[in-house]
């Protein structure tokens, strides 16, 4: 009987069968303090800095031997950040130091009437979930984040009108909402920290942040990522 040899396996068993509907893919790796942000999604976006001095450092890393920190970086508008009334996830590693602020974004654009992902404080009750920036808060969920300096995995998805959010892998909770969600031709920012909405009171970090258009790939309690995500 013919066997593969493990190091095949491996690799096989390490691709996304959902890879070619993701909108964008950071993986934060490289050298300490390089302002190179390179796109390991399929399209292989052009990532710039947007806000800040937002650099990869080694200081902090989940998987990869690299964290995004310092500032925002942001991509050209693309249709594959207009999820429409369609299913999609966003998710990364987020770890911060000091508090959390009262409100902030981990995902944003310019302009009004955009998609957006954040959390923020309503009646001393901390919240994540989906806004149509400069109109209206949507799809609210409550949230407990993890301890500072502690790495956790978030994710948010919407399958056929239901958003679900997940923190290292426990659903928080769902809602359901069928908003037609757009960049509004805007760029997409990955805002671990900017002038006007900074996260925490200290230093935060982002790593293994995913965009995927058309699969919600997250519908029920899961086991979190536990190596780098796949880049095929």
Do not use: C
């Not at 009437?113 to 009750?125: A, E």
């Not at 293994?208 to 899961?222: E, H, N, P």
Request: hydrophobic residues 35%; aromatic residues 12%; neutral net charge.
């Amino acid at each position: 009987m013919f066997t593969f040899p493990v190091g095949l396996l491996g690799r096989e068993s390490a691709k996304d069968p959902s890879y070619n509907n993701v909108s964008l893919l950071l993986l934060a790796n490289g050298a300490n303090n390089s302002t190179t942000f390179v796109d390991s999604g399929p399209a292989n976006r052009t990532v710039s800095v947007n806000q800040l001095s937002p650099v990869i450092t080694t200081a902090q890393s989940k998987f990869g031997g690299g964290s995004l920190t310092g500032g925002r970086v942001s991509v050209p508008y693309n249709s594959a950040f207009d999820f429409g009334t369609g299913d999609f996830t966003v998710e990364l590693w987020f770890r911060y130091e000091g508090t959390l602020n009262s409100e902030f974004r981990f995902t944003t654009g310019t302009g009004s009437s955009f998609f957006s992902f954040g959390s923020r404080v309503v009646s001393s009750v901390r919240r994540i979930g989906l806004v149509l920036e400069g109109v209206t808060w949507d799809t609210e969920i409550s949230w407990s984040p993890a301890s500072n300096n502690t790495w956790a995995h978030l994710a948010i998805s919407r399958e056929s009108g239901t958003v679900r959010a997940f923190q290292d892998g426990t659903l928080l909770g769902s809602n359901s909402s069928n908003r037609n969600w757009s960049m509004n031709s805007s760029i997409f920012i990955v805002s671990p920290a900017s002038s006007s909405s900074s996260i925490a009171t200290g230093a935060v970090y982002f790593d293994d942040f995913r965009v995927t258009k058309g699969v919600a790939r997250y519908t029920a309690a899961f086991t979190a990522p536990t190596e780098e995500l796949p880049s095929s």
